[in-house]
């Protein structure tokens, strides 16, 4: 059976990491992990992702060395490599298995795609990144380039992004999907994508009087009661995780 949107934080970031298994035994070596829920604490989300790892060597990368070090303090200084993203001359060494870079920025964009490159067809797990800000990537030429050359390459295999009484959801190697909220926590599937709706998109399907056949996968455009509660379960239990 296919997964269903989750309700709790805990159930998203297990299937998170059931989509990265599935993404990288499919062969796919550049990963993001997208949980696009405000005021969400990252360095708790990374710790649920090592058990994924087990035996292999990997490492965990953060943006800068002061998030790193908060990181060894919590995690109780373990075994692996945990560092900064510019804090290693040469990140990558001959027994790495696998790289978790959490919450890298566009500014820390240049060092992501330099750990890519190097890591040849060793997996690279994005968690929650944030390489595409216009205002530092752009908009012109050079922000193509960058677009096409590494960050097309990335396949986002787990997202989840609460809207106003709806979701955007996919779970590898599942379609991209909206979701319609119809009473707090209870939702229903209303559309597939190939790729990750716009708003255009989105509203269309939502609020739209659409025919079957103008929706990529017969959507149920059918009027429902537009109750919050999504949103405010997932931060419930993000704070009971970071208390």
């Not at 060894?72 to 900064?84: A, T």
């Not at 790495?96 to 330099?114: C, K, Q, R, W």
């Not at 809207?163 to 999907?177: D, K, L, T, V």
């Not at 659409?210 to 059918?222: C, E, F, H």
Request: with cysteine; glycine share 4%; aromatic share 8%.
């Amino acid at each position: 059976m296919p997964p269903t949107i989750p309700t709790t934080l805990p159930e998203a970031t297990e299937q998170a990491k059931t989509a990265v298994q599935a993404a990288i035994k499919a062969g796919k070596t550049r990963l993001q992990v997208e949980m696009a829920i405000p005021e969400l604490k990252h360095q708790p989300i990374a710790q649920q992702f090592l058990d994924l790892f087990g035996t292999q060597q990997f490492k965990v990368l953060f943006p800068d060395a002061g998030a790193a070090a908060l990181a060894r303090r919590d995690w109780q200084n373990p075994d692996f490599i945990i560092r900064g993203l510019n804090e290693l001359a040469d990140p990558v060494e001959a027994d790495d298995d696998l790289y978790l870079v959490v919450n890298p920025s566009s500014i820390e964009v240049a060092a992501v795609e330099s750990l890519c490159n190097a890591a040849g067809d060793r997996p690279v797990v994005l968690l929650n990144p944030a390489l595409e800000d216009v205002a530092i990537v752009g908009i012109g030429y050079a922000a193509r380039q960058l677009r096409d050359r590494f960050l097309s390459q990335i396949e986002s295999c787990y997202y989840l992004k609460p809207i106003e009484n709806a979701a955007i959801y996919r779970c590898y190697p599942g379609p991209w999907q909206v979701w319609r909220e119809t009473a707090p926590d209870t939702y229903e599937w209303v559309c597939d994508f190939p790729k990750l709706p716009s708003g255009e998109d989105v509203d269309r399907v939502l609020y739209g009087d659409l025919a079957a056949s103008d929706t990529p996968s017969n959507p149920n455009n059918s009027s429902a009661p537009r109750k919050k509660g999504f949103l405010a379960e997932l931060q419930q239990f993000l704070r009971a995780l970071t208390q």
